[in-house]
């Protein structure tokens, strides 16, 4: 089956616009997890959705982060007043679970802000 | 805070030797345990899984050893291809046992 497609592929912006990116998650995968990846780092946890709980936030760097996702499925990364910051891969990520299951990626989102 | 870290951040062997990858957890209740490989431009790829009741788990030509005394782990890959180039990453469960913690990643060039 279809594995994690994320949205754009590559995004160029101007700092101070709003982006926002895309994540479809394997059918039936109950977690969907948001992690940035700065150049030649590791993944740093953004936000975390489980079913129809409320979403672990804690990860989010500012205000300027937000993320939504539709029952189930897809979910979207929003970051306003972009800042050459927030330049990084965003990769989502979901798992049959959302615990003691692995995590499936995307390519991720490369995001540029210039 | 908690972390998950490597002891090596680069790594080369030679093609045909074997590669040892090593991996610091923080969390002492992490239960769970992965092994992710990620190739340039792409997201990191499932290797292998250990949960807490074991201390080794074996896949194809990989195996990951877990050591909860002293919360660290391995991976090991058996005879070193040159597809095995990549970055490796161990994460473990986070301390609310929901998102998981990744460590900055260990590089692997594969020598011909």
């Known amino acids: 089956g279809a594995g994690v497609s994320q949205s754009p592929s590559n995004k160029v912006t101007e700092k101070g616009k709003d982006v926002e990116l895309r994540c479809d998650p394997i059918s039936g995968h109950t977690a969907l997890y948001w992690y940035r990846q700065r150049l030649g780092q590791g993944l740093e946890f953004l936000i975390y959705?489980?079913?129809?709980?409320?979403?672990?936030k804690s990860g989010l760097p500012s205000d300027r982060f937000s993320a939504e996702r539709t029952g189930e499925s897809v979910s979207t990364l929003t970051i306003q007043r972009t800042q050459q910051e927030d330049s990084a891969v965003y990769l989502c990520?979901?798992?049959?679970?959302?615990?003691?299951?692995?995590?499936?990626f995307g390519n991720g989102t490369r995001l540029t802000v210039t | 805070g908690e972390s998950v870290g490597l002891h090596l951040p680069t790594l080369s062997v030679q093609e045909g030797d074997n590669s040892i990858i090593n991996c610091a957890y923080s969390n002492s209740a992490s239960d769970y345990f992965i092994w992710y490989k990620q190739e340039s431009g792409k997201g990191p790829q499932f290797i292998i899984d250990?949960?807490?009741?074991?201390d080794k788990r074996q896949g194809q030509r990989v195996t990951v050893l877990l050591n909860k005394t002293v919360k660290h782990l391995s991976l090991q890959i058996a005879a070193t291809q040159p597809g095995d180039s990549a970055v490796y990453f161990c994460a473990s469960l986070g301390n609310y046992g929901q998102n998981f913690v990744f460590g900055p990643g260990t590089r692997l060039s594969v020598l011909p």
């Open positions: 250990i949960r807490s009741n074991m």
């Open positions: 959705f489980q079913g129809n709980s409320a979403p672990d």
């Open positions: 990520a979901s798992s049959i679970t959302g615990f003691n299951s692995p995590l499936h």
